[in-house]
């Protein structure tokens, strides 16, 4: 049997958000609100996992965050180009909780540092 990490389940899960953004605006919305749900369960349960390290599970509560930021946005409006940005953001925070945690920690970012980004974004 295939192992997958749930570093690489989220990843995946992200790459089905994509896969689904380009279709009927509605059924898109009802989709792309699903599977990101589906990403914040996962992401949100990763943040409360004791076995990881406080700095991973940082990073993994701004997933969270992010995402349902994210959920927030497409629940109120559909602008595909805003929510494609999202995704992109989205999947850069992922990828960075990834290599972070396989690095073993080896440099991690301040909040002065993420201040510097795009989190306070509006819809």
């Known amino acids: 049997m295939v192992k997958i990490s749930r570093n690489r389940m989220a990843l995946n899960r992200l790459a089905s958000c994509r896969a689904v953004l380009h279709v009927d605006t509605q ?42 930021q994210t959920i927030n946005c497409v629940a109120a409006g559909f602008d595909e180009q805003q929510i494609d940005k999202q995704l992109n953001e989205l999947e850069s925070l992922v990828n960075e909780a990834r290599t972070k945690a396989k690095a073993g920690n080896a440099q991690t970012r301040t909040p002065v540092d993420r201040e510097s980004g795009d989190s306070s974004r509006s819809c």
């Not at 076995?51 to 349902?68: E, F, G, H, I």
């Open 27 to 68: 059924k898109v919305r009802s989709k792309l609100l699903h599977k990101l749900e589906n990403l914040y369960d996962l992401s949100y349960s990763m943040a409360r996992n004791p076995k990881l390290s406080l700095v991973d599970r940082n990073k993994w509560t701004r997933v969270a965050a992010y995402t349902a």
